[in-house]
């Protein structure tokens, strides 16, 4: 083989490692499961449904790398007409490669084999030129035992790093073969630490990690044991029924039929994925009633985000689609009314909020303080748009405001970075600095303007960033901010990005940034000083106090296209305001499976948050179940609820911002503060503030700043501890 094709076929891994999802129809769950509906379903979700199906069925497998089992197949159909013998191998490892996105490991194995022995190379002997090949095919042995152990024999310890107790494969033959390429890699290429890092996952799988690691490619395991904690979370979502086995996607985690319990909706990334609702019952376990709900046939989704967009006091949803896919994935977003009962309609076309156009971000804000909730997406190489909610009706007046800005959007985000009561806006792009747009008062009384303030308030970094929140992580009473690096350019090198953290080594990688508010419309970049300056690679993430001492953490869903990208999702402690500790590997939550959409939230109801986590990668064949880690935590901490309903302010008080003052046991007091909103941008938590007090032995008084147009305050005195608090604007 050439040079010239060998850089080729490093172009087209590259290039096609982003293929993605499992062809099916539109009356399936992303599981398989047959859905047969016999509900009744409305004129407008049936519009979206034959748009959707319009759109999946003339999808062109070149254009959308989620058709990996099509594309394979036509890379087949080449070899039979080729004759070039050079440009017959290419298309032996891009069929090997996209075999192995589709999920059909073997076949990619075993054409991987043929094409080396065709090239007359062994593993003692590994030039440059062929590397490329046997690191295919070490994944591709990995991703066999993932899928004949952790996918076909799963278990709550499964994939779970470190890899211990029932986590360990059963059926050794993958990550056995794996380790014979990996020494055979790195005898040659001592200095691969992406290699290094996955041998060492190879051995714990296998229960041999690290005794029988060669001690010079062995990663301490120390770096397992260094942080300490007495947080207890376990994986319960297939006993609790909720885990749903898909690819890329997100959740809504929200009561939904207003019967006190949370439920969850979840999507799947793939063309024909259908969405599922999943209803909590009252012993807490979750029912499938996707059928029911009158949703059967609304597919797909990377994202979703939810509001009561028409103040009926039913939490309703868009579900984002195209993200990733370029100018020609021209899918339209959804809205989704909640008409209560569990029944849902999809209205796009009928809130004038049809948008064919790449996206996986929006955030809603009531930006204007009318009392109802506006929407702002933004896409993928299109105009952002901004959609106005007059009465449930909406229009785009984002030209209009200067918002319609063209860029590669991967997060967006309200907050009130100046405490004047509007929500401002931020923008995270990759590959261009990020923006920041404050929210002002215009000329004409009740008009608002946005000013780029992003160079001046100093956080238009990373350049290569993905999802991004506003939170006030130190209890000051100002909107702190939160965006993670998504270095695209080292997809290749997630893994040896790992092993450079766990050996200590500088990063190379794209880093977050941790800015703190400094109440004057500037920022201060303070990752390094609070010890989050970490390359993580999160796609997923949202926040919550999950031991309840009053101050917030966060939860990052982590991973790239590739399979070699089997890194820890990571659990973040918020230590007293001061700094951040990683606690992943203590509480167990170190998933190395891709991580999208997180919410925290009390799902089973017993005053501490828990985990909700989608889970699965951006190429077909790479499923993997959603994950619920259940908080069993005693820490003796109290909590509060506090569930918000607006009357001038939008229904659902988004904006509203809480100042729950405590007494401690000194007789000192402390503020605790809270916005109400779903969280980050790739993910959507409970409505309902659920806020930790630490060891506080009363509540002196909680004030409620209402986002309406005279920014009414209420306080409230005399309020138990550990209650949920159900406060009407007004009343």
């Known amino acids: 083989m050439s040079h010239r094709s060998i850089f080729i076929i490093l172009f087209l891994i590259i290039h096609y490692s982003f293929s993605g999802q499992a062809q099916m129809k539109s009356c399936c769950e992303p599981d398989g499961t047959i859905l047969v509906s016999s509900v009744k379903q409305t004129p407008g979700t049936l519009k979206m449904i034959r748009i959707l199906d319009s759109i999946n069925h003339h999808a062109n497998p070149e254009d959308f790398y989620v058709m990996n089992a099509q594309r394979a197949e036509g890379f087949k159909k080449k070899l039979l007409t080729e004759k070039d013998p050079g440009q017959r191998i290419n298309y032996y490892f891009q069929y090997a490669n996209e075999s192995l996105n589709a999920g059909n490991t073997e076949e990619a194995i075993k054409i991987l084999k043929q094409v080396i022995a065709v090239m007359g190379v062994s593993y003692q002997?590994?030039?440059?030129?062929?590397?490329?090949?046997?690191?295919?095919?070490?994944?591709?042995?990995?991703?066999?035992?993932?899928?004949?152990?952790?996918?076909?024999?799963?278990?709550?310890?499964?994939?779970?790093?470190?890899?211990?107790?029932?986590?360990?494969?059963?059926?050794?033959?993958?990550?056995?073969?794996?380790?014979?390429?990996?020494?055979?890699?790195?005898?040659?290429?001592?200095?691969?630490?992406?290699?290094?890092?996955?041998?060492?996952?190879?051995?714990?799988?296998?229960?041999?990690?690290?005794?029988?690691?060669?001690?010079?490619?062995?990663?301490?395991?120390?770096v397992f044991t260094k942080n300490k904690s007495d947080i207890i979370l376990k994986d319960v979502a297939g006993k609790k029924g909720v885990d749903m086995n898909g690819i890329s996607g997100s959740c809504v985690v929200e009561d939904l039929d207003n019967d006190g319990l949370l439920d969850i909706i979840a999507t799947s990334y793939g063309l024909n994925d259908q969405i599922r609702y999943m209803h909590q019952q009252k012993?807490?376990?979750?029912?499938?009633?996707?059928?029911?709900?009158?949703?059967?046939?609304?597919?797909?989704?990377?994202?979703?985000?939810?509001?009561?967009?028409?103040?009926?006091?039913?939490?309703?949803?868009?579900?984002?689609?195209?993200?990733?896919?370029?100018?020609?994935?021209?899918?339209?977003?959804?809205?989704?009314?909640?008409?209560?009962?569990?029944?849902?309609?999809?209205?796009?076309?009928?809130?004038?909020?049809?948008?064919?156009?790449?996206?996986?971000?929006?955030?809603?804000?009531?930006?204007?303080?009318?009392?109802?909730?506006?929407?702002?997406?933004?896409?993928?190489?299109?105009?952002?748009?901004?959609?106005?909610?007059?009465?449930?009706?909406?229009?785009?007046?984002?030209?209009?405001?200067?918002?319609?800005?063209?860029a590669f959007a991967k997060g967006c985000v309200w907050g009130d970075i100046n405490n004047d009561g509007y929500p401002d806006l931020y923008l995270s792009l990759l590959g261009s600095p990020n923006k920041l747009f404050l929210n002002k008062a215009g000329k004409v009384p009740g008009e608002r303007i946005f000013e780029d303030i992003s160079k001046a308030a100093g956080v238009e970094e990373p350049i290569r960033s993905f999802p991004t929140w506003f939170f006030d992580f130190d209890n000051d009473g100002w909107q702190d901010l939160f965006v993670s690096g998504y270095d695209t350019k080292r997809f290749s090198q997630v893994g040896g990005d790992a092993a450079r953290e766990m050996l200590g080594m500088p990063p190379l990688g794209e880093l977050p940034r941790l800015y703190h508010n400094n109440g004057n419309n500037t920022f201060t970049d303070v990752s390094e000083a609070y010890g989050v300056n970490k390359v993580n690679y999160a796609m997923g993430c949202n926040f919550g106090d999950i031991d309840n001492d009053g101050w917030l953490d966060y939860y990052l869903g982590t991973g790239a296209p590739d399979y070699t990208s089997i890194v820890?999702?990571?659990?973040?402690?918020?230590?007293?305001?001061?700094?951040?500790?990683?606690?992943?590997?203590?509480?167990?939550?170190?998933?190395?499976?891709?991580?999208?959409?997180?919410?925290?939230?009390?799902?089973?109801?017993?005053?501490?948050?828990?985990?909700?986590?989608?889970?699965?990668?951006?190429?077909?064949?790479?499923?993997?179940?959603?994950?619920?880690?259940?908080?069993?935590?005693?820490?003796?901490?109290?909590?509060?609820?506090?569930?918000?309903?607006?009357?001038?302010?939008?229904?659902?008080?988004?904006?509203?911002?809480?100042?729950?003052?405590?007494?401690?046991?000194?007789?000192?007091?402390?503020?605790?503060?809270?916005?109400?909103?779903?969280?980050?941008?790739?993910?959507?938590?409970?409505?309902?503030?659920?806020a930790g007090l630490g060891k506080a032995v009363g509540i002196e008084e909680i004030e409620i700043k209402w986002p309406n147009a005279r920014q009414t305050v209420e306080v409230l005195r005399n309020v138990e501890m550990d209650k949920l608090i159900v406060k009407k604007e007004g009343k």
Not at 335 to 352: C, K, Q, V
Not at 609 to 630: K, M, P, S, T, W
Request: with cysteine; charged share 20%; glycine share 10%.
């Open 125 to 222: 002997n590994i030039p440059e030129q062929y590397k490329l090949l046997f690191d295919q095919l070490a994944i591709s042995f990995m991703r066999k035992g993932e899928l004949e152990n952790c996918a076909a024999n799963h278990s709550p310890q499964s994939c779970i790093i470190p890899i211990q107790g029932a986590g360990i494969h059963i059926l050794p033959s993958g990550s056995d073969s794996a380790i014979i390429l990996y020494k055979a890699i790195l005898d040659k290429y001592p200095d691969d630490l992406q290699s290094r890092y996955l041998l060492n996952v190879a051995y714990m799988t296998l229960g041999k990690y690290p005794a029988e690691v060669p001690k010079q490619w062995l990663i301490e395991s120390g």
């Open 283 to 406: 012993d807490g376990t979750f029912k499938t009633e996707t059928v029911s709900s009158g949703l059967v046939g609304i597919t797909g989704g990377l994202n979703m985000v939810h509001a009561d967009y028409n103040n009926d006091g039913l939490a309703d949803f868009v579900i984002l689609r195209g993200g990733w896919w370029g100018k020609n994935a021209k899918f339209p977003l959804s809205l989704i009314r909640n008409n209560g009962n569990g029944y849902f309609e999809d209205i796009t076309l009928e809130a004038g909020i049809y948008s064919p156009a790449p996206t996986q971000t929006a955030s809603w804000g009531d930006f204007n303080n009318d009392g109802w909730i506006d929407l702002f997406v933004a896409h993928e190489n299109y105009p952002c748009q901004l959609f106005i909610n007059n009465k449930g009706k909406f229009k785009d007046i984002a030209p209009k405001l200067g918002l319609n800005i063209t």
């Open 568 to 690: 820890p999702n990571k659990l973040y402690r918020n230590i007293d305001g001061k700094k951040f500790e990683d606690i992943t590997y203590a509480t167990n939550t170190g998933h190395i499976q891709k991580g999208h959409g997180v919410a925290f939230a009390d799902i089973d109801n017993d005053g501490d948050q828990d985990i909700y986590e989608v889970i699965g990668g951006a190429v077909e064949g790479d499923r993997f179940r959603n994950v619920l880690f259940e908080n069993s935590t005693v820490t003796g901490n109290h909590w509060l609820k506090l569930r918000l309903e607006g009357t001038t302010s939008n229904r659902s008080a988004i904006g509203a911002k809480v100042r729950i003052k405590v007494k401690l046991a000194d007789g000192s007091f402390r503020n605790y503060y809270h916005i109400a909103s779903t969280g980050a941008s790739f993910g959507s938590k409970p409505l309902t503030i659920e």
